[in-house]
C-alpha cells in the first residue's frame, strides 16, 4: 500500500535546515526505501522585528534593532515500505532543526 509522509523541517539557521534536508533525501534514496519525493520545498521567511530601548531611563531616541528570521521546508516522501517511518525516527538531524512527521494514506 502507497503511503505519503510528509516531513516538515524548520529552523533559525538557513545553512544547518539545507543540509539536514539533503541528508534525509540522500539516506532514504541510498536505503531504497522510497518510491518518489516532492522537494525540499521553501516556504516563505517569517520575519520578525524587535525594537528595543538601549537603556531604560535616559537616551529615549537611542534604541537597538533586532531581527529574527524562521525557514521552513518541507519534503513529500512516497514510499510502500513499512520500515520507512521507523528509520525516518531514528534519523539525527542536525541541532537547531526541528522535525515534524504527517503520514497520510
Known amino acids: 500500500m502507497k503511503q505519503k ?3 516538515i523541517l524548520k529552523s533559525f539557521n538557513h545553512s544547518r535546515l539545507n543540509e539536514s534536508c539533503r541528508k ?6 541510498n ?3 522510497i518510491l518518489n519525493t516532492a522537494g525540499p520545498i ?3 521567511t517569517k520575519k520578525r522585528f524587535y525594537c528595543v530601548l538601549r537603556s531604560p531611563h535616559v537616551n529615549k531616541n537611542s534604541r537597538e534593532q533586532f531581527e529574527i528570521r524562521r ?6 516522501v512516497y514510499s ?4 520507512i517511518t521507523n ?5 539525527n538531524v542536525s541541532p537547531g532543526v526541528v522535525t515534524e512527521l ?3 494514506r
Request: glycine share 0%.
Open 5 to 7: 509522509i510528509r516531513i
Open 71 to 76: 525557514y521552513k521546508k518541507i519534503i513529500d
Open 24 to 29: 534525509i533525501v540522500e539516506e532514504l534514496r
Open 102 to 104: 504527517l503520514s497520510y
Open 31 to 33: 536505503k531504497k526505501l
Open 42 to 44: 521553501s516556504f516563505p
Open 80 to 83: 510502500d515500505s513499512k520500515e
Open 87 to 91: 528509520v525516518l525516527l531514528d534519523f
